[in-house]
């Protein structure tokens, strides 16, 4: 049963457009959001993470917007660029331990 | 430039035989994790320390995995017996004493082939 759910396997997007990743999360005990970047070959890299007291974190290009009543989050990617492509991975944790719980990720392509 | 490092990058073997992975955390952190990676059940928890103590390995099955942190510097996860359904990436991670847990810095991953 998976907790974090992230329902699109892949999105293609064109170079200089917005990326909107998506992602559910059925555990209303998550207080801990993270979105992970993964290139071929590579470990996972973190991104960028949100907190349940936001709704909303930005870095740069990248937006992270959480929807606490629709157990949602989304990754805004904006202005898309070649060198996003990469597999997106959505992690959430609660409790004590702050283990990981991880969606199956979204390939992205950014097409030029 | 820190980076975990993961040995070995690729891994071949036959049913039944012992594989030892290793892991070099990046100096100075103080938590280590150890995950799978596979298809169907994407990335899965096995273990993680925290200065070199275990402190959860429920993820782990226990008649065939160990893990042990036998210093700062080395992380080791064995599988003994091996069996064709180990076969997927394993990835070490670390984490700083301060910040996030849940920020951790991965390894390359070493790929697991079982025959």
């Known amino acids: 049963d998976q907790q974090v759910k992230q329902n699109s396997p892949s999105l293609s997007v064109q170079e200089g457009r917005i990326s909107i990743l998506n992602c559910d999360y059925t555990?209303?005990?998550?207080?801990?959001f993270l979105w992970y970047k993964k290139y071929p070959a590579e470990g996972p890299t973190f991104l960028i993470s949100?907190?349940?007291i936001k709704d909303k974190n930005e870095d740069g290009r990248f937006t992270v917007f959480l929807n606490k009543s629709a157990k949602h989050l989304s990754l805004h990617i904006v202005p898309s660029q070649p060198g996003d492509s990469a597999v997106y991975f959505c992690a959430a944790s609660a409790g004590n331990n702050r283990k990981l719980i991880w969606g199956l990720g979204t390939s992205l392509a950014v097409n030029p | 430039d820190a980076r975990v490092t993961q040995t070995p990058r690729d891994k071949v073997t036959e049913m039944g035989q012992e594989v030892t992975m290793r892991c070099q955390p990046i100096?100075?952190?103080?938590?280590v994790f150890w995950y799978r990676q596979t298809m169907m059940q994407g990335l899965e928890l096995l273990a993680y320390f925290r200065n070199r103590a275990p402190l959860d390995d429920s993820g782990m099955p226990k008649d065939r995995f160990s893990a042990e942190m036998p210093d700062a510097t080395l992380a080791t996860l064995k599988i003994q017996p091996s069996e064709p359904r180990d076969s997927a990436v394993y990835f070490c991670?670390?984490?700083?004493?301060?910040?996030?847990?849940?920020?951790?810095?991965f390894g390359p991953g070493t790929r697991l082939l079982v025959l």
């Open positions: 949100i907190s349940s």
């Open positions: 555990n209303s005990m998550f207080d801990y």
């Open positions: 100096l100075g952190h103080n938590t």
């Open positions: 991670a670390s984490a700083p004493s301060r910040g996030a847990l849940e920020t951790q810095y």
